[in-house]
């Protein structure tokens, strides 16, 4: 599909209303109308890639981080107990249209929400050889430019730190996530 017939490059370009969440340079966070469960998130680049291998690294790091902090919104807001942030790559995947984009779903117990398989069972021989065909190609992973993010971490602590009571509790909340 192309960008001009692209629904979600619509969406992006306003022709198509939508309900934004959150918008940048480069990324539109916007409530999916058929959504999982109330507060499911559709992270947009607002660039037209058709699948993630084509979206550069800053971009999806990009998204990556948004993902992080809609999924924390989500959480502390909407009264969930959990997300799952969610990727259709490919058509048998389940990518039903050609802009790539992440999906941050709230979770709570017996929603009805059903991302489950059954396990495939490998011999060590099968698994083995995934094994090897993915590391081939993996060795050449890397070149990250972190230059800017260092920095970041290594920004003096700011004079006034939030209460230690605060931190543990948000923290303690977090962990009530994991089952
Ligand atoms: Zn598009």
């Given at each position: 599909m192309q960008k001009e017939s692209c629904l979600l490059c619509q969406i992006i370009e306003g022709k198509i209303p939508s309900k934004k969440v959150?918008?940048?340079?480069?990324?539109?966070?916007?409530?999916?109308?058929n959504g999982a469960n109330p507060g499911h998130c559709?992270?947009?680049?607002?660039?037209?890639?058709?699948?993630?291998?084509?979206?550069p690294d800053v971009e999806i790091a990009r998204m990556g981080n948004i993902a992080n902090k809609i999924s924390s919104?989500?959480?502390?807001?909407?009264?969930?107990?959990?997300?799952n942030l969610f990727i259709t790559n490919g058509v048998p995947a389940g990518q039903t249209v050609a802009h790539f984009m992440m999906h941050v779903i709230p979770r709570k117990e017996k929603d009805n929400v059903n991302l489950e398989w059954q396990p495939k069972q490998l011999t060590e021989e099968e698994m083995s050889t995934v094994e090897l065909k993915?590391?081939?190609?993996?060795?050449s992973i890397g070149g990250f430019?972190?230059?800017e993010?260092?920095?970041?971490?290594?920004?003096?602590e700011p004079t006034t730190t939030p209460s230690s009571d605060e931190d543990e509790d948000y923290f303690s909340r977090q962990l009530e996530r994991i089952p």
């Amino acid at each position: 599909m192309q960008k001009e017939s692209c629904l979600l490059c619509q969406i992006i370009e306003g022709k198509i209303p939508s309900k934004k969440v959150y918008e940048d340079d480069l990324i539109l966070v916007v409530l999916d109308v058929n959504g999982a469960n109330p507060g499911h998130c559709f992270i947009l680049p607002k660039n037209h890639y058709p699948i993630i291998e084509q979206v550069p690294d800053v971009e999806i790091a990009r998204m990556g981080n948004i993902a992080n902090k809609i999924s924390s919104a989500i959480f502390e807001n909407l009264g969930v107990q959990g997300t799952n942030l969610f990727i259709t790559n490919g058509v048998p995947a389940g990518q039903t249209v050609a802009h790539f984009m992440m999906h941050v779903i709230p979770r709570k117990e017996k929603d009805n929400v059903n991302l489950e398989w059954q396990p495939k069972q490998l011999t060590e021989e099968e698994m083995s050889t995934v094994e090897l065909k993915i590391k081939e190609h993996a060795n050449s992973i890397g070149g990250f430019k972190t230059g800017e993010q260092e920095k970041t971490i290594k920004q003096p602590e700011p004079t006034t730190t939030p209460s230690s009571d605060e931190d543990e509790d948000y923290f303690s909340r977090q962990l009530e996530r994991i089952p």
